[in-house]
């Protein structure tokens, strides 16, 4: 099945796993469509059941600028005239696609930018197309429809401009991606933080949801979701550990950990090594700033007690 009924209006359209994601349609006098990544059949599919069709689309939210959540939120607005809305730091870049990679690290000159657009234009294409957002949210704001009341949450970390978006009335959250996969927490940019990233997983877990909703699992509906976000929390401390094994082992540098990747141990290619890069640089960082690692001339070594 591809997509879920959740009661009150609320339904999920089947992404899975990146390069797509699971996306929310909640149908109350208007028609919301939350984080666009999913096939584009499958949305059409669970329109249909609706009654309705893609042009019956009111608005479009992003929950952040990741191309694997934003795919079709152009073409939906060329299809329906819909109105797309995102918050202030997601805006900018959603309106201005250099700005975009620029703030995912893909500067002009960076390595391995040339391959992640050709990437994301293989598996994502239409994310890079221009657009523009035409409301623009802060923390807490609420997108009133007939039954359901939306409202924004804000969850950096990810990358600083993440969000999960709450359906009030039913309590329900759609996490985006505080997803509760396997592989874990993901903060594969230079601005992405550990630090807040585990602050968001947390506050997300001080509140109270009838439903999890995630961003990318298959079956997106998150069970006991305050012990599942404990076992998300336990990634940190696992690659915390890979990297000191590495730097044991005798690695000095970032470079040299990367020789036996962590995050993505059966690589696919220089952009997920690009990210792999980024996310063990937040953790060396990381263990420098706890004393578990030090540098000095450029290498890094275990700290000495
Ligand atoms: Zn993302």
Known sequence: MSYVGLGHGVHVVIGGAFPKCNTLVVVSGDVVVIDPGCPIESLRALLKTLNLELRDIDTVVLSHIHPDHI???????????????????TAPLFDDKEKMKEFLGFTPGQSVRHLWEQLVNDQMYGALDEGRVDEVLHNGDKIALDDITLRTFYTKGHLPDHMCLEIMEPAYLFAADIDCTDFGPFYGHPNSSIVQL???????????????????????????????????????????????????????????????????????????????????????ESLIRQGKLVESNGHIFLATS
């Open 71 to 89: 795919t079709h939120a152009v073409r939906l607005n060329r299809v329906s005239g819909c109105r797309i809305a995102a918050n202030e730091v």
């Open 198 to 284: 585990k602050d968001s997983i947390k506050s997300v877990k001080e509140r109270s949801y009838n439903q999890y909703i995630s961003g990318h699992l298959r079956n997106p509906l998150v069970q006991d979701y305050r012990q599942a976000l404990d076992r998300y929390l336990q990634h940190f401390d696992r690659r915390d550990e890979l990297v000191m094994k590495a730097v044991a082992a005798g690695a000095k540098s970032v470079n040299e950990i990367l020789e036996h990747p962590i995050i993505y141990p059966s690589l696919a290619g220089p952009v997920m090594l690009q990210f792999e890069r980024w996310m063990i640089e937040h953790h060396v």
